[in-house]
Nanobody
Framework: VQLQASGGGLVQAGGSLRLSCAAS????????MGWYRQLPGKQRELVAN???????RYADSVKGRFTISRDNAKNTVYLQMGSLKPEDTAVYYC???????????????WGQGTLVTVSS
């Protein structure tokens, strides 16, 4: 199972970006999909995740500004980011829980990371 993330870039404070992450490969089932970020010098932290039933969870720092969604037909998760702040600058990673064909339980898979830079 491979994850391909895209959509990062440079944006001014107050602007918006949309990240996408598509899962591909021998996927039997996908569970929770999510986005994490790693700020310089800090540990990776959860930004938002979304379950199969579309229930969501957000970090307090992004509530009301970011929206996570998924397209199950495309095995893709999105993160719509609005009202961006310089402190949102980080490398964003997507993560997917998936059962691969031939597997017996969910494993965690990670994308390669995409850099989001918010200028003041």
């Amino acid at each position: 199972v491979q994850l391909q993330a895209s959509g990062g870039g440079l944006v001014q404070a107050g602007g918006s970006l949309r990240l996408s992450c598509a899962a591909s490969g021998p996927i039997f089932s996908i569970g929770t999909m999510g986005w994490y970020r790693q700020l310089p010098g800090k540990q990776r932290e959860l930004v938002a995740n979304i379950n199969k039933d579309d229930s969501t969870r957000y970090a307090d720092s992004v509530k009301g500004r970011f929206t996570i969604s998924r397209d199950n037909a495309k095995n893709t998760v999105y993160l719509q980011m609005g009202s961006l702040k310089p402190e949102d600058t980080a490398v964003y990673y997507c993560s997917v829980e998936a059962v691969a064909f031939g597997g017996t339980w969910f494993d965690d898979y990670w994308g390669q990371g995409t850099l989001v830079t918010v200028s003041s």
